[in-house]
Each structure stands twice: as C-alpha cells, then as structure tokens.
C-alpha cells in the first residue's frame, strides 16, 4: 500500500503547488500508517527533485520520455496508472488545475477509482474513506464517500499548507515504454505569457470590475498590483466588454482562485463571481455602494470612490516599502 | 461528421442552495433546472460548427443521463438548435455512473466528436468528459477555448497554465472546453421552440453499474467575520491592516 502524488513540473521546476500536494500526500499517508511515492515527468534536476522529498515524498519516480513532452492525456494517464498499480497505491493525488482535470478522469476508469475532486481538507474519515469538496461553486461542501479500492483526490490549490522538513527521499529514474499508439494528440503551437504573475499561482489578486468605468482607469490599480506583487483579473463583463484580457476572467465561468488576499474594486459580488474566488483567505472589497453583496464576502472593507482610494491605496503601500 | 454534446442539468446559478433530510441531500422546491452554463456554450459552438457548411459537421445530438423531469432541458436544448436527443433514464448518481451511460451511448451511434463543459456548476466534478474518452479508449484534449475544423481537420486551443497550445487530434475524440469556446449561448428562437416539440427524444434504459463515490453530508461553507469597515478618508488604514492583523502582505 502508499500513496502516490503526480507533480507537474514546468520547464523542470516545480512549483508552490507541487509542495502542497506532497505535503497534502504525506498527511494522507498518515492516516493510512503508509508511504508517499512522487511521480514526476520530464526533465528535472536532482536537485530539485530532493525538494519533493523535504515535503514528505519518500521515494521520488522521475520518468524521461520523448513521448511525453507534451500532454497527452492518454498516454499520461497509461503511465501514471502502470505506476500506482507497481507501487501498490491506494491513493492517488493530483492537483485540481487544468493538468490535474485533464488526467484524473482518465485514470479513474483505468483504475476503476472514485474521483474526489477540488478537495480543500484531509480526508474526514478513512473508513469509510470520506472526503470533504467543494460543490454548488462554493455554496456548499459534500462529505463524499469514495467506495472503490483505489481513490483518486484532486487537491484546490491554496487549500494546504507546506509541510518542510529535511529528508532524503530516494531518487528513482525509471525508463517506462510508452504505447506509441497511445499518442493521439500534437501540440502545433505554444504561446507563453511571460514575466506576468499568474493568477492561478498568485497569493494576492488585484481585481477590478465595471464600477473601474473605462480601461483608461486601470493603469493605478495595476500599479497596486505590481506593488504587492500580485495578479491582475478581473469580473466578467470586464473582460467581456475587452478591457481586460481574457485570462483575468474570475468566477464560475472563468477562473476559480484561492488567494491568500483578494482585493475587489468596483465589483459588485454577484453569485457567479463569488463562485470563482470565496475560496480566499482574505477579501477586501471596495465599492461605492454600500449595499453591495460583496461586502458580505469581504473581511476588509471601503466604501467609496475606487477613483480616489486606489492612488491612496498605493501610496500607502509605497510608505511601508521603503 | 456527427457530433454529441453531454448536457447536465443544474440549478439556476443564482440559487440558494438550501438543504433538506439532515443535510444529506439538496432541498430542490422552487429551484429553477437550467442547462449547465458549459454545456450551453457546447452546444453553442457545436451549431455553429453545422451552419459553417465547410466544417462537414452533419448533426448535432444532445445526450442527457436523467429521469423524467429533466424533459425541459432537453427540450430547451432542442429548441436552442440540435438535432435529436437521447435521453438515459436514470439518476446521475455519480460522475462514473454517467460517463458509463454515455460511453455506452456513444458506442452505439458513433459520433466523431463528443463535447463535454470542463465541469458542472452542481458536482464541480471535472470528470465526465475524461472518463468517456477513457471508457472509449479515445483521445482527450481539455481546458479547450477554440474548436475549429479546418479542410476536415479538428484543430483545437488549449489553456495551459500561463498560455495556450494548439492542439490537433484525430477524430474520433472528447473535447472539454472552457471559456472562449463560444461568446454568447445561443437562445432559442419562437421557431425553434415550436420545431422542438417534433424533434425525437430517444429514451435508452441505462446499464446496471454501482456508482464509486456517494454524498453522505452537505455543509454550508464556513461562515467568515463581519466586514470590517476603513474610512475611505484614511485608507491606508486598510494597508496597515492587511500588513499587521490579517498579515497577507
Ligand atoms: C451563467 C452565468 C455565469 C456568470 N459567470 C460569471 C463569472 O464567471 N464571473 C463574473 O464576474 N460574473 C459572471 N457572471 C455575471 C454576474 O452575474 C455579474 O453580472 C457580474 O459579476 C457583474 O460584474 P461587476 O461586479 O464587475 O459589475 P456590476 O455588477 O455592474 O458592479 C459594478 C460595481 O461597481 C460599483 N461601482 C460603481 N462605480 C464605482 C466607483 N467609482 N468606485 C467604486 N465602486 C464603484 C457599483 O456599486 C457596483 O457594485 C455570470 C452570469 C451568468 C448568468
């Protein structure tokens, strides 16, 4: 029996993510008395394969294939699914991000396992295995039970914390023969947005809605952001109408994010929006409207002039950087 | 080329989800069952797909797995513009549960692409799409915001995290897609309600498969403090907050 975690590295590092899951896999396997198996593929330094094993991995699998340069699905799913049957895992964890839900689904059925996904807690109880996740776009939590022999989780991001500690996990590199059949998908084209902040990966997220007026009005809110080194986005009209990128889309219908801190301007906090980001620690809302539903999400609010607070919020945050 | 849209049924998004039987199940009086928002923009993408003649796309069918009283949805999405229906009458009981149902569908009338939305606003499951294409040993290709189908070729984007990639694939294949697939969902035209009335809804008994996950308990989500209220006179009051008391920055 162990628990196996799939991370994902990207350009052969890691990320604040990775270490959740690991962390996440070896409170798992505390409740199971059993061991964390790390499965990475690609390209990735010793180094910071080691890392893994400081968040709790006890045995690290790094697989370098040129068939799997790209996802493909399939092809990923075959894999990881050859490597928890070898390794005898009960439990599988993957993230909930977009890899996370291109993959879990596929070793479910290769598996014949329950899927619990965007669960935000350790398991509730083992036995029955029982999970706590988000459902209703976060209006509600299920206590879901998982009845097959395998279980796959898909961690929230953000949801977990790090767990570091020294430990010499064993570093593996297994040559796996991958179904050249199994390759059903090519990647034609990869376009990176660079030197940004990414929303899915922010622990602050500036966010502006339609109460900003005119895209003009935005160079002070993303001078905040820069400030705190967080991440743009933005409410769906916003990016509807273009003055915001698709990519900061937040909400049911765009992205879900768990910041540490989510600062709201001029958005009114409509049910589909708070779906995409309740999952903050923190929010902070400011609106002119005092009876705006989002001041009933937020911890921290302004009621007022976005126009007028956001250069104060700025130079306030410039008083304390220096 | 024929192309099958998986259509779930949810409440309205703007529903209160209350619960009912000791918190064990969703209390439904008076919820509004609407299509879930991705499968709308599918199914919006899958009929434009059939007015572009060049795209080769013949048909457009809508699978629900469901009992009779979601009729409505399917009616709605007939009245939006597909072609058929195929009804499985059974409770969605769980993501595998589905996904087998439809598998078996799909096994039977042979589409070239089946189009899954990336998650229902109900479940949050994220899985039916990527089980199909398992239970069919069929590709997959997720997080899609562009569907083409350029000189007969499938030709999809993908979000990836920080990007995009432009992914091609072989049909027959499961798309599940994101935002971006389509603008706006389409709504159904007096003419289109009236033609659904005639279009056929095929009913199919499902296959007997146990279900591998079950809801035991509902909770609501943890109740957070009261907003705290800063002069917008003094915000940097505000800052002094965040960095000293809540100390995320
Ligand atoms: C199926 C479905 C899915 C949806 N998905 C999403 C989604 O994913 N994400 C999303 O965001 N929305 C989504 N929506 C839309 C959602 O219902 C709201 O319409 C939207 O969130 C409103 O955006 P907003 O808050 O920016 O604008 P508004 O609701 O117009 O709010 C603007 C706010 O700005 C305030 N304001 C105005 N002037 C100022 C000023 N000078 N200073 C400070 N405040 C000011 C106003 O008081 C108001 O509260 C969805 C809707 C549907 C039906």
Redesign the pocket.
């Known amino acids: 029996m162990s628990v196996l975690v799939y991370t994902e590295n990207w350009e052969g590092k890691f990320k604040k993510l990775s270490f959740e899951l690991v962390s996440y896999a070896s409170g798992v396997a505390k409740m199971l008395n059993t061991t964390v198996t790390a499965v990475s593929i690609g390209k990735v330094e010793d180094n910071e394969l080691k890392r893994l094993g400081n968040c709790g991995a006890n045995k690290i699998i790094n697989i370098i294939n040129d068939q799997l340069i790209t996802l493909d699905n399939q092809a990923y799913a075959s894999v990881i699914s050859d490597i928890s049957k070898k390794e005898n895992a009960t439990v599988i964890i993957i993230s909930n991000n977009n890899t996370g839900k291109a993959i879990a689904p596929r070793l479910s059925v290769r598996l014949k396992a329950g899927v619990g996904s965007g669960v935000s807690r350790l398991p509730l109880n083992i036995n029955p295995f029982t999970v706590y996740k988000r459902t209703y776009s976060g209006n509600a939590f299920a206590h879901l039970v998982i009845k097959s022999d395998v279980k796959i989780l898909t961690l929230a991001q953000n949801s977990f914390d790090l767990i570091e500690t020294a430990n010499n996990a064993s570093i593996e590199n297994l040559n796996v023969s991958v179904d050249g059949s199994l390759v059903k998908t090519s990647v034609k084209d990869v376009q990176k947005q660079s030197g940004k902040i990414l929303l899915t990966d922010a622990d602050i997220v500036v966010s502006?809605?339609?109460?900003?007026?005119s895209p003009d009005n935005w160079p002070p809110l993303v001078e905040l952001a820069t400030l705190l080194g967080a991440a743009t986005a933005?409410?769906?009209?916003?990016s509807d109408e273009g003055w915001r990128p698709h990519e900061e889309?937040?909400?049911?219908?765009?992205k879900i994010i768990a910041p540490n801190l989510y600062i709201a301007?001029?958005?009114?906090?409509?049910?589909?929006?708070l779906?995409?980001i309740s999952s903050s620690k923190f929010i902070v809302a400011?609106?002119?409207?005092k009876d705006?539903p989002?001041f009933q999400a937020a911890q921290y609010g302004i009621v007022?002039?976005?126009?007028k607070?956001i250069p104060k919020l700025v130079s306030a945050v410039k008083e304390i950087r220096k | 080329m024929k192309i099958l849209v998986c259509i779930s049924n949810v409440p309205d998004?703007?529903t209160k989800i209350k619960f009912a039987e000791g918190n064990t199940s969703i209390d439904t009086t008076g919820i509004q069952w609407v299509i879930n928002?991705w499968d709308e923009l599918s199914l919006t993408r899958a009929l434009e797909l059939k007015d572009d003649a060049t795209s080769g796309v013949k048909s457009v069918t809508v699978v629900h797995v469901g009992t009779a009283s979601s009729e409505p949805t399917i009616r709605k999405a007939l009245a939006i513009g597909a072609d058929d229906a195929i009804r499985v009458n059974a409770e969605s009981s769980d993501a595998w549960f589905v996904a087998a149902q439809i598998a078996e569908v799909a096994k039977k009338e042979q589409f070239d692409i089946i189009i899954c939305g990336i998650e229902s606003s109900d479940f949050n499951g994220s899985a039916v799409g990527g089980m199909i294409s398992e239970f069919l040993g069929i590709p997959s290709v997720s997080a899609v915001s562009s569907l083409k189908i350029e000189n007969g070729q499938p030709v999809m984007t993908r979000e990836i995290d920080g990007g995009k990639e432009v992914v091609n694939v072989q049909a027959p294949f499961v798309a599940i897609v994101q935002k971006g697939i389509a603008k706006e969902p389409r709504i159904a035209a007096m003419r289109g309600i009236m033609m659904a009335r005639t279009k056929p809804v095929k009913l199919m008994e499902p296959l007997a498969i146990e279900p591998l996950t079950q809801i035991i308990e509902f909770e609501k989500p943890t109740p957070r403090a009261a907003c705290k209220y800063i002069d917008a006179d003094n915000p940097a009051q505000l800052i002094d907050l965040l960095q000293n008391e809540a100390k995320v920055i």
């Open positions: 502006g809605g339609r109460g900003m007026k933005c409410s769906r009209p916003v889309h937040t909400g049911q219908t765009g301007v001029g958005i009114s906090g409509a049910t589909q929006h779906a995409g400011i609106n002119s409207d705006a989002i007022g002039d976005a126009m607070i | 998004t703007t928002p």
